[in-house]
């Protein structure tokens, strides 16, 4: 039996790069994904993919930073399939280059506004219907920026710490309510946001910063995800684990 068979999961960010690695591996484990991104384009491609492959997703158009789209999104899985069992919270940016005493107020508040209060207003709704469900695994992307500093990203960087706090939060308020919360923290993954803005010297040295001396790839990273969304690691909750090749060890 596959590891979510009968599960309805959610995927935010599902478009592309971890995202849709772990929409595909929540698929290819039986469960019925729903599928989010803003770009409609890149969602449904997503969706695509899965349906070509014998799995079963739909997309819906969703703007992480949005309180209401994020319970919008709730609503749409739950009238569609009926329950949400399975999250996986990956909708995320990084925000411009600069030092925090250079740092533009605004650009601050669309990276908070994405990558943590996003997380809550998705774990907010989410939260309300695993509880009516009797239960539920919630997964949040991180960073390895959710443990050491990135230079030049102070809101990445804060943004990453409050998520990793939000889940143990989470985790520690609904264990009784057999719904688990965790955090995965990704080191230098392979997508099209690293090769779009990276040249392959640049690459090189990002690879080189992890033990391993290479990049990680969306896959490696969503085989995680889909373990701690299984029944597999049903004793863990509100644990923060690193996927970094080595980056944080030294």
Not at 51 to 71: C, L, Q, Y
Not at 132 to 147: D, P, R, T, Y
Not at 203 to 227: H, P, W
């Amino acid at each position: 039996m596959a590891l979510l068979e009968n599960k309805v999961a959610f995927v935010s960010g599902g478009g592309s790069g971890i995202g849709r690695a772990v929409a595909e591996a929540y698929a290819r484990e039986g469960a019925k994904v729903v599928v989010s991104d803003i770009n409609v384009e890149h969602g449904e491609e997503t969706v695509k993919m899965i349906k070509d492959k014998g799995g079963e997703a739909f997309f819906v158009k969703g703007d992480s930073s949005s309180a209401n789209d994020n319970k919008h999104m709730v609503e749409v899985t739950v009238s569609k399939y009926g329950r949400l069992d399975i999250a996986c919270n990956n909708a995320g940016m990084g925000g411009p280059a600069k030092p925090t005493g250079e740092y533009d107020p605004e650009a601050w508040d669309k990276v908070i506004g994405l990558n943590l209060n996003g997380v809550f207003y998705a774990c907010r709704y989410q939260l309300e219907q695993m509880e009516k469900n009797g239960g539920g695994s919630i997964v949040n992307i991180a960073s390895i920026h959710g443990q050491v500093a990135a230079p030049l990203s102070p809101a990445y960087t804060a943004s990453k710490h409050a998520v990793v706090g939000l889940t143990k939060n989470i985790a520690v308020e609904y264990a009784q309510k057999n719904i688990r919360c965790n955090a995965v923290g990704p080191g230098y993954i392979e997508t099209a946001l690293l090769k779009d803005n990276l040249n392959k010297e640049m690459m090189q040295a990002v690879a080189a910063k992890s033990a391993m001396n290479r990049l990680g790839t969306a896959e490696e990273i969503a085989e995680l995800v889909t373990f701690l969304s299984s029944e597999k690691s049903s004793f863990t909750t509100g644990s923060y684990i690193i996927a970094d090749g080595g980056y944080t060890a030294v």
